[in-house]
Structures are given as structure tokens and as C-alpha cells.
């Protein structure tokens, strides 16, 4: 008979490279995140969380639209944090929003900046999908 094929783990992440102690401590306090296309309200933020796994950082988000329909996520590993900016390795959906049926998936490298002394980290790949201009943004 033959022997089943023997499944590794995936392999650990990197260490979060932590380049600016005060811009860490922003992103683990981080307190919602939003796309433009579902609503830049405060009270309408989606939830962000952050975990550790050993000495890596780990990030999930997700914003839906009040009327149920329309969501974004974010999901990744933060590879590095800068005073200005981190740079996540992950996947990024956006579904059903501005319009329906319109779905975005794409995993890879993205940077999020902090520009203009704003309250928030923006994904610096703005049309990274339809050629729409996504404003993906986590408040700290």
C-alpha cells in the first residue's frame, strides 16, 4: 500500500522587525479600520486585532457596510514598523463594494503610511485591483 504523503506546518513567520518602539505601540492600540466605499465614521470602523506568535506580529481586520452588504478585510503578518510606516505580508479582500458583485483578492507585500501627521496608517497601493481607488486605512 502506499504511505500517505507526510504534511509539514507552514513555516514560522519572521520576527517583526520593530524599527520605532512608539509607532508599535500605536498599531497594537490600533482602534478600527475603514475603506471609503463603506463609511469613514468613527462608529462605523471595523475591528482590527493584533496577536503575537512568538516574536512575530500578526494583524486582522474587517469592516462590513451598516446595511450588510460590502466588506473589507485585511489579514497578514507585519514584516516591519517604521516611525511612518509598516509593511504587512498578507491577503486583502474587498466584496460587494462600491458596487455589487465587484470582488478584490490579492495577497502579497502591502504598505501602510502615515502621511501629513493623519491619525491613521493608509495602504499606499491605491488601484491595486479594477484601477478603483481604494483608501484602506487603520485608525491609530
Partial sequence: HDALPICSP????APTQVQDRPALERLLGAS?????????????RGQVDLSWQDRA???KGEQRG???????????HV??????EFILNGTIII??????GRRCEKSGEWRFA????????????????DYLTDYIDIYF
Fill in 10 to 13: 507552514e513555516p514560522p513567520a
Fill in 32 to 44: 478600527g479600520m475603514t475603506l471609503q466605499w463603506l463609511s469613514w465614521t468613527s462608529s462605523e
Fill in 57 to 59: 506580529l500578526f494583524l
Fill in 66 to 76: 451598516t446595511d450588510g452588504t460590502g466588506r473589507v478585510s485585511v489579514n497578514g
Fill in 79 to 84: 514584516v516591519r514598523i517604521s516611525a511612518d
Fill in 95 to 100: 466584496e460587494d463594494t462600491p458596487d455589487a
Fill in 114 to 129: 502615515v502621511t501629513q501627521n493623519r491619525k491613521y496608517w493608509r495602504l499606499r497601493q491605491f488601484e491595486w485591483c
